[in-house]
């Protein structure tokens, strides 16, 4: 559906690969953009992300993601959209494929956070991951849903700066979100590296971003 929300239409953080020499919680260089960090509501080049506990619940088990201490990719989706998120997820699942075939599995992580937990059970979201073809039982890969609706919009909205907004479309049986896009490069310390804010990231520039920092 459509982008709405917090986040905008603000361009992608999409600039250079440099390495930081402004801000020494990261290694890629400030990117090229028009506006500060702090300026936009979303964790930004060289901001820490939320501290925020999760439930994985097709592992049964919790996340807080700063205590993850690897790279790390984050991504906001509804398991029901037909649109944008196949798309996002489809990116993480080939970054996903591109750690496995070139021996960094294990040092990369990846979370596909849901604002949908109403329908995004831990068996929906299993036959999801097979749907998308993603390997969802690697070591790498963690499905993350809030434990409730006002839980989703605390989290994913209020702090994570990713706005969506429930729509009842006439032609359809069920209800969908309009919503916005955003995959966050995350360090080992929890500081982002990048926010890429397309609905399409390229996935080279994410590889190529994620083999700077993991090698720093």
Not at 8 to 32: K, M, Q
Not at 109 to 138: G, H, K, S, W
Not at 146 to 162: C, E, I, L, N
């Amino acid at each position: 559906m459509g982008a709405v929300g917090a986040t905008g239409g603000i361009a992608g953080c999409l600039g250079s690969l440099g390495i930081g020499d402004s801000n020494t919680d990261v290694v890629l260089g400030e990117p090229d953009r028009q506006f500060d960090s702090s300026d936009v509501p979303y964790p930004a080049w060289g901001q820490r992300i939320p501290d925020v506990t999760l439930p994985a619940p097709v592992e049964s088990r919790e996340v807080n993601l700063r205590d993850v201490e690897r790279a790390s990719l984050l991504t906001f989706f509804y398991s029901h959209c037909n649109t944008v998120c196949p798309v996002l997820i489809s990116t993480q699942r080939n970054v996903q494929a591109h750690a496995q075939n070139n021996g960094y599995a294990s040092d990369v992580a990846f979370f596909p956070v849901t604002f949908d937990p109403a329908r995004d059970t831990a068996d929906r979201l299993q036959t999801y991951a097979d749907e998308m073809n993603v390997d969802a039982a690697a070591e790498n890969w963690h499905f993350l849903r809030p434990a409730s609706a006002d839980r989703a919009k605390d989290v994913v909205q209020d702090q994570f700066g990713v706005g969506f907004e429930r729509t009842d479309p006439e032609e359809m049986d069920m209800y969908m979100f309009a919503h916005s896009a955003l995959t966050l490069l995350v360090n080992a310390d929890g500081f982002v590296e990048r926010a890429y804010r397309s609905k399409s990231p390229d996935e080279e520039t994410i590889i190529d971003g994620l083999e700077t920092v993991r090698n720093a």
